[in-house]
């Protein structure tokens, strides 16, 4: 049974951080694709960012030089720094392997 769960969501102030974390089971992680989606109120679920276990990363443009994604293989984990947050990163942040999803985790931007 494939599990990802996410974790480390909250409320920030603009301008702050946080680390969300995606916990794999289930799956062989090694070597899968691994990537972070989120899904703001009254939109569509876009990508954030994805990770080819082979050094290969890949970010939307509205998060490039603030988020960086990063794995740890040994953890079955990966994971998403996000720095200079913006009331408009305010969203639900999902986790995705080989088409299975995590329950996704709030975040929210404000002061």
């Known amino acids: 049974q494939v599990q990802l769960v996410e974790s480390g969501g909250g409320l920030v102030q603009p301008g702050g951080s946080l680390r969300l974390s995606c916990a794999a089971s289930?799956?062989?992680?090694?070597?899968?694709?691994m990537g972070w989606y989120r899904q703001a109120p009254g939109k569509q679920r876009e990508l954030v960012a994805h990770?080819?276990?082979?050094?290969?990363?890949n970010y939307a443009d509205f998060v490039k030089g603030r988020f960086t994604i990063s794995r740890d293989n040994a953890k079955n984990t990966v994971y998403l720094q996000m720095n200079s947050l913006k009331p408009e990163d305010t969203a639900i942040y999902y986790c995705?392997?080989?088409?299975?999803w995590g329950q996704g985790t709030q975040v929210t931007v404000s002061s």
């Open positions: 990770n080819t276990d082979l050094g290969t990363t």
């Open positions: 995705m392997s080989a088409g299975y």
């Open positions: 289930g799956i062989i992680f090694r070597g899968s694709v």
